[in-house]
C-alpha cells in the first residue's frame, strides 16, 4: 500500500495542462475512476477547491475513461454545505458501480479565478487573477476595452467593460503580460486569451495598470 497517497486524494490525468484532465482518486492502494451518472459542474468544483484552485470546475466529455478499478460512481455534492473532498460527497460506495469504461469519463477543467481590487464600487478595480497557486496582477501592455469585456462577463456582468488606469499597480507577481483576447470567438475566461505565459513578463508594478 502507498502510504504517502491518503485515501480520498484526488488528481487530474490525460490533460493538456496541470488544471484539466480524468479526474482520479485514490483508495485502498490504487487510484480509479469516477463515473460520470450525475457529474456536474457543482462536483468539478468541489474537485477544483481541493486540488488549490480559486476559481471553480466545469465538467468535460472528453480524456478517455481511463483503465483500472471504477471506484465512484453516481457522485453527487450538496450545495450547502459543499463538502471540501470529493470522497465527502454522496456515492455509492468505494468500487460499486454499473459503469464501463467506455461510459466513465469524469473530466474537468479548473479555471484560474479574477479578481477586481475594487476603489469605489465593486465593478471597478485593478484586475487580478489566480493561476492555481497564487494571486498576482496583470500587465497593461495590449491590454483594451476588449480584454475587459471578458473579464466583465467572467465576473458576471453582461455588459462589456473599459479599461482604465487607475487604482495602482499592486504587489506580488506579476502573472499575465500581453494579453490579447481574440474577437472571434470571444473566450470566456481571461486565460483563455494569448498571454507570454504565466509570470512571463517585461513589466514593474509602476507600469502595470490593468482596470476593468
Known amino acids: ?20 484532465g480524468r479526474v482520479e482518486i485514490y483508495n485502498g492502494g490504487q487510484w480509479g475512476t469516477v463515473c460520470d451518472d450525475y457529474f456536474t459542474d457543482r462536483e468539478a468544483s ?3 477547491r481541493e486540488l488549490g484552485y480559486a476559481g471553480g ?12 478499478p471504477i471506484l465512484m460512481d453516481d457522485v453527487s455534492c450538496s450545495a450547502s454545505p459543499t463538502p471540501a473532498r470529493l470522497y465527502q460527497c454522496s456515492f455509492r460506495g468505494w468500487g460499486v458501480n454499473n459503469c464501463d469504461h467506455s461510459e466513465v469519463n469524469t473530466s474537468i ?18 484586475v487580478e487573477v489566480y493561476n492555481g497557486v497564487q494571486w498576482g496582477t496583470v500587465c497593461d501592455d495590449e491590454f483594451s476595452d476588449r480584454e475587459a469585456s471578458v473579464v466583465c462577463r467572467e465576473l458576471g456582468y453582461a455588459s462589456g467593460g473599459t479599461a482604465v488606469w487607475n487604482w ?9 503580460d500581453n494579453v490579447v483576447c481574440p474577437s472571434n470567438p470571444t473566450p470566456a475566461r481571461l486565460y483563455q486569451c494569448n498571454f507570454n505565459g504565466w509570470g512571463f513578463h517585461d513589466c514593474d508594478h509602476n507600469e502595470v495598470g490593468t482596470r476593468t
Open 109 to 126: 477543467c479548473c479555471a484560474p479565478a479574477i479578481f477586481l481590487i475594487s476603489w469605489q464600487v465593486v465593478t471597478n478595480g485593478r
Open 1 to 20: 500500500m502507498n502510504l504517502f497517497t491518503p485515501n480520498g486524494a484526488t488528481r487530474l490525468a490525460g490533460g493538456s495542462s496541470p488544471r484539466e
Open 57 to 68: 470546475g466545469t465538467a468535460l466529455p472528453q480524456y478517455g475513461g481511463g483503465t483500472g
Open 46 to 48: 468541489v474537485v477544483c
Open 168 to 176: 495602482g499597480g499592486g504587489s506580488g507577481p506579476i502573472l499575465m
